[in-house]
Each structure stands twice: as C-alpha cells, then as structure tokens.
C-alpha cells in the first residue's frame, strides 16, 4: 500500500509561484509514474502532469496543454517526493491538487491512478 501526503499549497498572486510537495510511502517509488491532477469547484478532476519510469534513472515529464511552460514536475527518489513547480500563476489554475500515483506508465486519466494523496488547495488570490 502506498501513501500520498501533499504539502506546499496556499495563496499566491497573479504571476506568483508555488512549490508542491508530494510525499510517498512505499520501497518501490522511483519506479512509480507519479502526476498531478487538479480540481477546481464544480469541474471535473483533470491531467496536469506526469514524470513516468522508463528503465533505471531514466523519467520523462508530460504536461497539460494549459500548464506547458509554466509548470515543472521533479521528484527525488531519495526523498520518496514528487514536486510541482507551478510558475506565472493565473487565476484559472485556482483549485484543489492531487498526487497521485500508478505503475504501467503513462496516463493522463485519473481512473487509471491506483493511489491519491488528500489534496492540497491552491488559490490565486488576485
């Protein structure tokens, strides 16, 4: 069983930043396809990105069209963490996030996530 604690939510302004954070539980992280999702009030949860397990050390990141560019997603297998970068913030991006995580590679659909931590909430506050 795998467990997903999110931290690093909170209030930022148009054009800010913030960092999250998604701690895991488990000995088999580093080979997790760890992503964010993200649900805003009275809408669907949707994709906002991906770092999948391709063979050893070897990730690659994916993204939602609306983030491309202003969001990174990182993680540190040594510290069992997936991060989320989210730079240039608007107020569109206002809503909850999750972390969540599966193995099989890559998806975009939050139905294929096995694990999911409780969320964290993130608001533009302009």
């Known amino acids: 069983q795998v467990q997903l604690v999110e931290s690093g939510g909170g209030l930022a302004q148009t054009g800010g930043s913030l960092r999250l954070s998604c701690e895991a539980s488990?000995?088999?992280?580093?080979?997790?396809?760890m992503a964010w999702f993200r649900q805003a009030p009275g809408k669907e949860r949707e994709f906002v990105a991906t770092?999948?397990?391709?063979?050893?050390?070897?990730?690659?990141?994916d993204y939602a069209d609306s983030v491309t560019g202003r969001f990174a997603i990182s993680r540190d297998n040594a510290k069992n963490t997936v991060f989320l970068q989210m730079n240039s913030l608007k107020p569109e991006d206002t809503a909850v996030y999750y972390c969540a995580g599966r193995s099989g590679g890559n998806s975009h659909a939050s139905r294929e996530y096995d694990y999911w931590g409780q969320g964290t909430q993130v608001t533009d506050s302009s």
């Open positions: 488990g000995r088999t992280f580093s080979t997790y396809d």
């Open positions: 770092i999948n397990w391709l063979d050893g050390n070897t990730y690659y990141a």
